[in-house]
């Protein structure tokens, strides 16, 4: 129980400890809606002032969609906001803040998040007490790319459905011994989609495992999952027109001109996502491809693992901005990072195996703390701009790891959202300040 604590308190406060820095667009709704939440009750993003000056001028960003009910909505559904309004729960009527100040707000619930997901880590190899693994295990993923040094830092779509992924895991390599966590693996999984569409193949694969090696989900299981999702259901049927919140899809299909996906360029995308300098996991997460390959080698419920791992990296490869835009690393397969450190230090390993595990976990944290601490989109994203210079992502000497030691930093605030300063919950949830 110590060891738990200890190791979702380390990833937190690791996640707490550097300047706050610009995420991109995609976690600006979900710091707004959050204050939305916690000030009136409400996700709608028109209780911001200056989304409502946008929405009458039809100027909306990407990142928020209009309603048939003239409700502004966030692209990535409700969840960032729902788990950040926690956050912002104590913030007092009539206070000025800044945007600055709801990102702080905001990284209190990501970092916790990354937290919660570094402990569902833990317990999924924590089989048998094996309590040192699972402490090695939660740190590595809570200290990689994918927790402290990205998703705990900002509340993006992943920031929440990362945590049920993780349970979900966790429960379904323990149902072999409780029964009852096999139970709750298919809500656990079914929350994770709900949260974020674009996990739906993997989720398959893994309800495929839980299927095969759960025997109570094959029905109750599943059944509970249904039931207890339901309002969630019945929330975005009756605010997104769907069961699931597709509005990214939306978004993407406007953002490419088209259809998102790019089946012509898959292997290029699969290549990037693995051994790109600027976003292969080769690079940022050593330790995941270790495990991948370590489930695979394995059997039973460690195949199947690797199997949902490896379908995510493919499907995200299939995207036309497979390298996720502004952000450390390869953000948009963390998912399938979790999985593969879940596998590197549960699958079976012995003589050199357990040194190339130690050497790549060791890469992992270094190349982590290196993003936790140093990273600034500046740097690289918005100097060489992959998603107009996709080229820069295959630059073998300008990468985003060398950039964050040599590039110098160009004069300037890099913003995602206007800077304010507001005042908070009097009359809307943010109105900007008169001047002083």
């Not at 929350?191 to 674009?198: F, H, Y």
């Not at 953002?255 to 300098?277: C, D, E, M, N, T």
Request: proline content about 8%; some cysteine; hydrophobic content about 55%.
């Amino acid at each position: 129980m110590i060891s738990a604590i200890v190791t979702f308190a380390v990833v937190v406060l690791a996640a707490l400890g550097p300047p706050l820095r610009p995420s991109g667009g995609d976690t600006v709704p979900g710091r707004l809606g959050a204050a939305a939440l916690a000030c009136e009750g409400t996700l709608d993003l028109r209780r911001v002032e200056y989304v409502e000056a946008w929405a009458r001028a039809g100027r909306l960003p990407y990142w928020a969609q209009a309603n048939g009910s003239g409700e502004v909505l966030s692209t990535f559904g409700p969840g960032p906001a729902v788990v950040g309004a926690l956050a912002f729960a104590t913030l007092p009527a009539g206070k000025v803040l800044t945007d600055r100040s709801l990102q702080r707000r905001a990284r209190w619930a990501a970092a916790t998040c990354a937290g919660l997901a570094a402990l569902a880590v833990f317990l999924a190899v924590a089989r048998g007490g094996r309590v040192i693994p699972a402490v090695a295990a939660g740190l590595v993923f809570g200290l990689s790319f994918a927790g402290a040094a990205t998703l705990g830092q900002a509340l993006w779509q992943q920031t929440v459905s990362m945590v049920a992924l993780g349970f979900a895991v966790a429960a379904t390599l323990h149902a072999d011994r409780s029964p009852g966590l096999g139970l709750l693996a298919p809500t656990a999984l079914l929350c994770a989609v709900l949260l974020r569409p674009p996990l739906l193949p993997m989720a398959l694969v893994l309800a495929a495992v839980i299927v095969k090696n759960t025997r109570r989900a094959r029905g109750a299981g599943f059944l509970l999952a249904f039931v207890l999702a339901m309002p969630w259901l019945v929330y975005h049927v009756r605010h997104h027109g769907g069961p699931l919140p597709l509005g990214q899809l939306v978004a993407n299909r406007a953002l490419a001109g088209g259809s998102p996906f790019r089946l012509s360029s898959w292997p290029i995308g699969v290549a990037g996502l693995l051994a790109s300098p600027a976003r292969g996991l080769l690079w940022f997460a050593p330790i995941a491809v270790f495990g991948a390959v370590a489930g695979f080698r394995a059997r039973g419920v460690f195949r199947g693992l690797a199997l949902a791992a490896a379908v995510h990296v493919a499907f995200v490869g299939t995207t036309f901005k497979w390298w996720g835009g502004l952000c450390f690393g390869p953000r948009l397969v963390a998912e399938a990072a979790l999985v593969g450190i879940v596998l590197a230090f549960l699958a079976p390993a012995t003589g050199k195996a357990t040194s190339v595990r130690a050497l790549c976990a060791a890469l992992t944290v270094v190349v982590g703390a290196i993003g936790l601490l140093r990273y600034d989109p500046v740097r690289w994203e918005m100097r060489r701009d992959p998603d107009h210079h996709p080229g820069a992502l295959w630059d073998p000497v300008d990468t985003p790891l060398v950039a964050l030691f040599v590039a110098p930093r160009p004069p300037g605030e890099l913003l995602d959202a206007p800077l304010g300063p507001f005042v908070h919950c009097d009359g809307r949830t943010l109105r900007r300040a008169p001047p002083p």
